[in-house]
């Protein structure tokens, strides 16, 4: 019986841990774990929602997973809340926001946006403590910024405010690419791994790419 107890908060706490925006630590049960990378880059995009050809703080952000589309699609991840559906979602077929148009950061008048992190220690290199961001006019945080992990309090999917204690410091750039963990497996007649339904995202952040390793950032749940 004790046994099972402790079996079952082992689960719980690894759970717990893989949340979105967790980071990759050492003996992390996905770490060592293969990444695939997507047929086409995935892009960030956003749903223009409120004052055409603006960000604003209540659109919602997206990996839209196939930027070909420019609509919010089956399996998309949302990187903020959407109505009662959590951070780091999937998108599912029913879901309220299928079908939406989606704009992509830094074309017409939408600012560019890119990964970014915070140099918390000010040792010029990414660390586990530092926390990431996507990065709205990359250089510096700033309203409106998505934190991808938590930060002070602030948690991972919540958007920076003007009186935030994290607005305003300075980014830099985050090394890596967006890969997946492919769950079933599945693959393609050439042999490439297929992006569906229970992959996880990751920001793949060092070498060996294609590979979970510490400090990589769970992008999906």
Known sequence: MLVLTLMASSVSWAQD??????????????????LSP?????????????????FDPEDPVYINIDPTDDEVSENDVRLTIFGDLPAGSQVAKADNDV???????GTGTTPRAELRFLDVNGDRAYSLNDPIYLNV???KINS??????NYQGY?????VADSDL???????????MLSFFNTNGNINNGGYAIYDRGDIVYMDTQYPFYMVTINDVRMSI
Request: proline fraction near 10%; hydrophobic fraction near 30%.
């Open 17 to 34: 841990e893989m949340q979105y925006g967790s980071k990759v630590r050492w003996n992390d049960v996905d770490e060592g774990g293969p």
């Open 38 to 54: 997507f047929y086409m880059g995935p892009e960030f995009a956003f749903w223009d929602g409120g004052i055409r050809g603006v």
């Open 99 to 105: 079908g939406q148009p989606l704009t992509k950061f």
């Open 137 to 139: 006019v990359p250089g």
């Open 144 to 149: 409106g910024d998505v934190r991808i992990t």
């Open 155 to 159: 948690p991972a999917g919540s958007r």
């Open 166 to 176: 994290d607005n305003g410091l300075p980014t830099s750039t985050l090394p890596g």
